[in-house]
């Protein structure tokens, strides 16, 4: 079962608008984007339906045949084509976080994939409370950050764009800015607190992202109840945040959990990460790194999530370099850690933010440059590092020069990247001078 992955089994994934999906990679290849749907077509929605009944949907059920079958899913693409790149996929890091899933499950799954929901514990739940954010993050959008909805209109010309449950309108509200009430799901909601309480009674792991989980108080609701249930001691809770907000308040929260688990947004260093990540604030960010650091009595393991744009895919071996050699933290990829440098991942898409889009003259650019970057780390690192090293940067070459892109999307790159730039100030040739060319 070369394919197989726990999280069909015993995972929850919630987006941002409440509707229920295979998982968090289950997104970019794929018309329906992994979203669990009804027989009438409608997206399961955690915001009004039931949690057990959507776990024998058509497509988790598709799903678990294919993987007992040994046969990659069209919904499982992206972790396919990463494996196939020779990068870590999701699937790998999970089933190494479940490892006895595949043997619990293989008897108590019917031939059509229906399973029993009293007899398989939802171990792990992935939660999005909204998409409430602080940053427009470049490869973001309006799906996952209220603060792009501006900006969408501005570069679009469009009040409103698609998401999974269907069309969003934005209207603008009494301050004169762009909103829409399509992903605030959980705000109020007793049906959704009943569901909480009632299904994550054997949840070992949380997955919490955003927005900004760390600004949502709903997020800070989740972690209060969880301590009330006397099962905190048990519990794992792992973040992606941009580490632009990190209280005291959340900290305190922190230590009475197993573990703390932070997948921190960090794309870069300085202008290149202030740039990708509009409008952050290196400085502060890094003062949390710090903080984080240096808490005394919190468990906490930390690591970089870089997500790989035609923005720092030339910037990424020298961030590494930075984080060998200069950072001075600590606790972000520990060398003890299974993660370690950083924890990359590509975007996959939109496919304009995808690599695969870069001119092939400018590929050949970038592996010049990462061949510099491992040279130096044969130099200088020792053996078990500059090995990781360089099996990085191969991966992300290898996803890069899979196929192109280039012809499709690489205009929409230039053109988007131009419109914004206008409007929020900026310019990419600050960044990557070597772009020069291409924005003439």
């Given at each position: 079962m070369k394919t197989f992955c726990p999280l069909p089994w015993n995972g929850v994934s919630v987006r941002n608008n409440g509707d229920l999906r295979v998982c968090c990679n289950a997104n970019s290849y794929t018309k329906n984007q992994g979203i669990l749907r009804k027989k009438d077509g409608k997206p399961y929605n955690v915001g009004r339906d039931d949690i057990g009944e959507s776990r024998n949907s058509d497509v988790l059920k598709d799903i678990r045949v294919s993987m007992l079958h040994g046969e990659w899913h069209e919904e499982c693409t992206r972790c396919?084509?990463?494996?196939?790149?020779?990068?870590?996929?999701?699937?790998?890091?999970?089933?190494?976080?479940?490892?006895?899933?595949?043997?619990?499950?293989?008897?108590?799954?019917?031939?059509?994939?229906?399973?029993?929901?009293?007899?398989?514990?939802?171990?792990?739940?992935?939660?999005?409370?909204?998409?409430?954010?602080?940053?427009?993050?470049?490869?973001?959008?309006?799906?996952?950050?209220?603060?792009?909805?501006?900006?969408?209109?501005?570069?679009?010309?469009?009040?409103?764009?698609?998401?999974?449950?269907?069309?969003?309108?934005?209207?603008?509200?009494?301050?004169?800015?762009?909103?829409?009430?399509?992903?605030?799901?959980?705000?109020?909601?007793?049906?959704?607190?009943?569901?909480?309480?009632?299904?994550?009674?054997?949840?070992?792991?949380?997955?919490?992202?955003?927005?900004?989980?760390?600004?949502?108080?709903?997020?800070?609701?989740?972690?209060?109840?969880?301590?009330?249930?006397?099962?905190?001691?048990?519990?794992?809770?792992?973040?992606?945040?941009?580490?632009?907000?990190?209280?005291?308040?959340?900290?305190?929260?922190?230590?009475?959990?197993?573990?703390?688990?932070?997948?921190?947004?960090?794309?870069?260093?300085?202008?290149?990460?202030?740039?990708?990540?509009?409008?952050?604030?290196?400085?502060?960010?890094?003062?949390?790194?710090?903080?984080?650091?240096?808490?005394?009595?919190?468990?906490?393991?930390?690591?970089?999530?870089?997500?790989?744009?035609?923005?720092?895919?030339?910037?990424?071996?020298?961030?590494?370099k930075w984080k060998l050699t200069d950072s001075g933290l600590k606790s972000f990829n520990s060398i003890k850690q299974a993660r370690k440098i950083v924890s990359h991942h590509m975007c996959h898409r939109p496919k304009h933010y995808n690599v695969k889009c870069l001119p092939d003259d400018f590929k050949r650019v970038v592996d010049k440059k990462f061949a510099e970057y491992k040279d130096w780390a044969i130099r200088n690192q020792p053996e078990f590092i500059s090995a990781q090293f360089i099996k990085l940067l191969d991966g992300v070459s290898s996803f890069m020069n899979a196929e192109s892109y280039h012809d499709e999307h690489f205009d929409k790159f230039v053109d988007l990247t131009k419109k914004l730039d206008e409007l929020r100030g900026q310019n990419i040739l600050d960044v990557v001078p070597e772009f020069k060319e291409y924005f003439k």
């Open positions: 396919r084509l990463e494996e196939e790149a020779g990068i870590k996929s999701r699937r790998e890091y999970e089933n190494e976080i479940w490892p006895d899933v595949k043997h619990e499950v293989l008897n108590k799954t019917d031939d059509d994939g229906t399973i029993d929901t009293d007899d398989i514990n939802l171990d792990y739940f992935d939660l999005r409370y909204g998409n409430f954010c602080n940053l427009k993050c470049r490869m973001c959008g309006p799906t996952d950050s209220h603060m792009w909805y501006g900006d969408h209109v501005a570069t679009t010309g469009y009040t409103g764009f698609t998401d999974s449950h269907g069309r969003v309108q934005l209207t603008k509200n009494a301050k004169g800015k762009w909103s829409t009430n399509d992903y605030d799901w959980f705000q109020g909601s007793n049906f959704y607190w009943d569901q909480f309480e009632k299904h994550t009674k054997n949840a070992t792991k949380f997955y919490i992202v955003g927005g900004e989980p760390l600004i949502i108080e709903e997020h800070i609701q989740s972690l209060e109840r969880l301590i009330a249930s006397g099962r905190a001691h048990e519990v794992e809770i792992e973040y992606n945040t941009n580490l632009t907000n990190v209280t005291d308040r959340i900290i305190e929260l922190w230590k009475n959990f197993k573990e703390i688990r932070i997948g921190a947004s960090i794309d870069g260093f300085g202008e290149v990460f202030e740039y990708q990540r509009f409008p952050a604030n290196w400085d502060q960010v890094y003062k949390n790194m710090q903080k984080l650091d240096s808490t005394p009595g919190l468990n906490v393991v930390s690591w970089f999530a870089f997500t790989v744009t035609p923005f720092n895919i030339l910037h990424l071996p020298e961030f590494m």
